[in-house]
């Protein structure tokens, strides 16, 4: 087998282990870290891959190549085959290279050379360079948010932008609007040295130089760039420890006008396992929502998603994705290749609403489940959960242990279905400002009680849901 072969191999095999994968998070958590594999090269009885850091090869060595051993040998790869990660050396000098002081003062020519030979930007996850701002469909839902990092592009490090913290749900644009900012400053200030990465990455790789005693390495890297891109720092409430030193490291760069952008699944106050220090360092710059699109928003996303196409994909089919897809930009990406698939694949057909429907059937389920659970299937899923019955929930016993089962039903009733607090009152039977009172209470102990934060996400997640899927009520 050549490299080609090998590069091959792995083109159709990449696929398989993502659509193996359940939720969209895990595919799109997956993918960016396939997106840290630089090469393939084969190399007699072994298909090497090369990554952009030792890291990612560790990472893949240890939890994932058995996976992807069995995802090639489905597109042939014979089953005798070792797979082998390793750094590919070629990226080992171009990442963490510091914009220091000193380069300040080589002259153009030399600054322009020094550019050419290494590039300062410095990643531990790739930026997607389809993440731009001219591919994000600016709307009221998150224009906002949108003007804050158009701010951080123009102001980059400046007091009032530092730190932008970007908040909203899954599937929104968190992501593409945190990776444009670094893109744009990639291409008008490219001696800029830029980071991005997950908490979640920042916590495995400080975990993972901890336990090497290579502390200091890891300070220096992450003090040493101009621009810090962290994707859902909620994934900081993991690990007290990390978060100390997510604090240090923050501090250090802000005290030297370095820019910070961060994005959450929930607002800052919302993120009760975190240290308040760290809080209150987030809400001390700029906290922008992102909200979920409307449907001229949606429609305009997806015409820019589909402009460039062929065959073209009809505006009726379209304006069928952007009404019946409504919580996730992501879920209406998913839907939309489909249809592309269907089109290219039959082309001429018909794309009759009842065809998409079918064709789309399991993303227009997904999005039902918020519009169809009743009270009475939450009021009994709580039950179950505290060892009670449902009618124990609508009695007029008082006490602590059947109050706050009660009360989390009220909450997931107001705030994940359509019903109002009449309605809710009448399922509880209950006057409709104790409902009120009910759900406040919940929302207010949720800040500061994790372990009940906790048991209501576990309950949502029984019905597909997270609590950052909540109705802002
Ligand atoms: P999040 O990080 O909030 O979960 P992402 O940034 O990953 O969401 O967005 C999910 C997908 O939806 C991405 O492919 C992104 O390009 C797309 N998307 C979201 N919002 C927009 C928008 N306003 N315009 C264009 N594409 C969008
Ligand atoms: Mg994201």
């Not at 644009?173 to 908490?199: F, V």
Request: hydrophobic share 40%.
């Amino acid at each position: 087998m050549d490299n080609d072969q090998a590069r091959n191999l792995w083109e159709k095999a990449r696929p398989i282990y993502l659509s193996t994968l359940p939720s969209l998070e895990e595919k799109e958590q997956m993918d960016r870290y396939f997106s840290m594999i630089s090469d393939i090269e084969s190399n007699g009885d072994s298909l090497v891959f090369k990554t952009k850091n030792s890291m990612a090869a560790e990472i893949f060595n240890k939890n994932y190549s058995e996976r992807i051993k069995g995802c090639l040998m489905l597109v042939g790869a014979d089953p005798s085959i070792n797979i082998i990660f390793t750094q590919d050396e070629s990226f080992a000098e171009r990442i963490f290279v510091p914009a220091t002081e000193n380069k300040r003062e080589e002259t153009e020519k030399e600054k322009t050379d020094a550019n050419e030979k290494q590039p300062a930007f410095v990643s531990t996850m790739a930026l997607r360079e389809e993440y731009t701002f001219d591919e994000f469909v600016m709307g009221p839902s998150n224009s906002y948010a949108y003007s804050a990092a158009k701010g951080v592009v123009s102001h980059p490090g400046e007091k009032g932008y530092n730190p932008l913290f970007i908040h909203g749900g899954t599937g929104l644009g968190k992501t593409h609007l945190m990776q444009a900012i670094g893109n744009e400053l990639k291409r008008t200030k490219p001696q800029m040295a830029i980071c991005y990465l997950t908490a979640e990455m920042f916590l495995n790789e400080y975990v993972n130089y901890m336990q090497t005693g290579k502390l200091p390495l890891f300070r220096e890297k992450y003090r040493s760039v101009d621009l810090l891109l962290i994707d859902d720092v909620q994934f900081l409430q993991r690990g007290k420890v990390v978060q100390e030193e997510f604090f240090n490291t923050f501090q250090f760069l802000q005290e030297k006008n370095k820019q910070i952008v961060m994005t959450c699944d929930v607002s800052p106050k919302n993120l009760p396992q975190l240290e308040s220090r760290l809080i209150s360092r987030f809400i001390g710059g700029m906290v922008q929502e992102i909200d979920s699109p409307s449907f001229e928003t949606r429609l305009a996303i997806l015409k820019k998603k589909a402009e460039a196409y062929t065959p073209k994909i009809p505006d009726s089919a379209l304006e069928f994705i952007a009404e019946n897809i409504k919580s996730h930009v992501r879920a209406m990406e998913g839907a939309l290749s489909k249809v592309r698939v269907m089109v290219s694949t039959v082309p001429g057909e018909q794309l009759s609403p009842l065809l998409l429907s079918q064709l789309l059937k399991d993303f227009i389920e997904n999005e039902q489940t918020l519009k169809k659970l009743t009270i009475e299937e939450i009021q009994e899923t709580v039950a179950e959960k505290f060892n009670m019955r449902r009618s124990d929930l609508i009695s007029q016993d008082r006490s602590a242990s059947v109050v706050t089962p009660r009360q989390l039903a009220m909450f997931i009733s107001r705030k994940f279905t359509s019903n109002g607090l009449e309605m809710i009152g009448t399922k509880f039977d209950r006057k409709h400002a104790t409902i009120l009172h009910g759900v406040k209470s919940i929302q207010k102990r949720l800040d500061v009680e994790a372990n009940l934060r906790i048991v209501l996400e576990e309950i949502l997640a029984e019905f597909g849901l997270k609590l950052s899927d909540a109705k802002d009520i």
